[in-house]
Nanobody
Framework: QVQLVESGGGLVQAGGSLRLSCTASRCTFSDYVMGWFRQAPGKEREFVAAISRNGAATIYADSVKGRFTISRDNAKNTVYLQMNTLKPEDTALYYC?????????????????WGQGTQVTVSS
């Protein structure tokens, strides 16, 4: 069972930046499509970004396109989410997710493995 541990969350002012990391273990990382999701208080979990196994393909939610960048380092078993120009509405618990296989999707139920989440709070 793949294990995922997120880090890098915190409190930042609007307009600032954060970089989230998610490190995987107990898996051959390069076999896994990786995704980031988030859940704000009182709202359902929503897709943020996903990346293919070799990093060549990425997809984003419209709400973060142009501000967030997903990337991965397969040598370090780590996927990143660079978040720039943060807005108060980006405040949420951010989750890393993994699925073994070639296709990238934005559906929550596509990903069977999840981390515990890291909190991002953006103050206005």
């Amino acid at each position: 069972q793949v294990q995922l541990v997120e880090s890098g969350g915190g409190l930042v002012q609007a307009g600032g930046s954060l970089r989230l990391s998610c490190t995987a273990s107990r898996c051959t990382f390069s076999d896994y499509v990786m995704g980031w999701f988030r859940q704000a208080p009182g709202k359902e979990r929503e897709f943020v970004a996903a990346i293919s196994r070799n990093g060549a393909a990425t997809i984003y939610a419209d709400s973060v396109k142009g501000r967030f960048t997903i990337s991965r380092d397969n040598a370090k078993n780590t996927v990143y989410l660079q978040m720039n120009t943060l807005k108060p509405e980006d405040t949420a618990l951010y989750y890393c997710a993994a699925r073994q296989g070639p296709a990238i999707r934005n559906a929550e139920n596509y990903f069977p493995s999840w981390g515990q989440g890291t909190q991002v709070t953006v103050s206005s």
